[in-house]
């Protein structure tokens, strides 16, 4: 089974600056995707960006990057610039690749950081 | 749909009394989840429907928790004799190709509240 975890319960950030949102995760899997989701107070869960994890380069959207580290089984969350509108619940994600496509791909989700962006 | 759509919004309801939470996905979407976010937690996998296959159940906590989906769309989620714990905000999900690992496209969710 596989586990993700959030270190970081809530952090703040002044706006216009950086803040990095850790997540570890624990798997014997080698091909896989993880995530990172926002939820703002009208709950519903977004997707902010997507990794592969045979694919070295780390991904960015934007003001958001990740820092995939494989090895070390970890995917932070950088937000560059920060803005109010990023205040919100953001989820790290796991999900299994599955050669076959039978068995459905669950979602594992870590417990949430709360980020604060204050003005 | 243009999203997935979920309702009742909210929903308060006694203790020992069922419940219906229904679901909406993503026109032509297969596959569909139902997670359960209890206060200030992460998301916890209830069940998972995939075109006609039959459904993965392994995340429902008790046999008072039951999930169906009408012709590959609507889903509905009903929970037997409420309890307190069952208090959580239900979200649903739908994906247009699991194995792609594209990640899901949630609702709002229904927030209930069992008094």
């Known amino acids: 089974a596989q586990t993700v975890t959030q270190s970081q319960p809530e952090m703040s950030v002044q706006e216009a600056e950086t803040v990095t949102l850790s997540c570890t995760y624990d798997t014997s899997e080698n091909n896989y995707y993880l995530f990172w989701y926002k939820q703002p107070p009208s709950r519903q869960m977004i997707l902010v960006i997507r990794q592969e994890a045979y694919k070295q380069q780390n991904a960015t959207e934007n003001r958001f990057s990740v820092n995939f580290q494989k090895a070390a089984k970890s995917f932070s969350l950088k937000i560059s610039d920060s803005q109010l509108g990023d205040t919100a619940m953001y989820f790290c994600a796991f999900m299994k690749s599955l050669a076959d496509g039978r068995a459905g791909n669950m979602l594992t989700f870590g417990g949430g950081t709360r980020l604060m962006v204050k003005p | 749909g243009a999203g997935v759509s979920q309702s009742p919004s909210n929903k308060v309801t006694e203790k020992g009394k069922d419940v219906e939470l229904r679901c909406d996905p993503i026109?032509?979407?297969?596959?569909l989840y139902w997670y359960r976010q209890s206060l200030g937690q992460g998301l916890e996998f209830l069940i998972y429907?995939?075109?006609?296959?039959?459904?993965?159940k392994s995340g429902l906590p008790s046999d008072r928790f039951s999930a169906e989906r009408t012709g590959g769309s609507v889903s509905t989620l009903t929970i037997q004799r409420t309890q307190q714990e069952d208090s959580a905000v239900y979200l649903c999900?739908?994906?247009?190709?699991?194995?792609?690992?594209?990640?899901?496209?949630f609702g709002s969710g229904t927030r209930l509240t069992v008094v």
């Open positions: 026109s032509g979407h297969t596959a």
């Open positions: 429907f995939q075109g006609n296959s039959a459904p993965d």
């Open positions: 999900a739908s994906s247009p190709d699991f194995w792609k690992g594209y990640g899901y496209t």
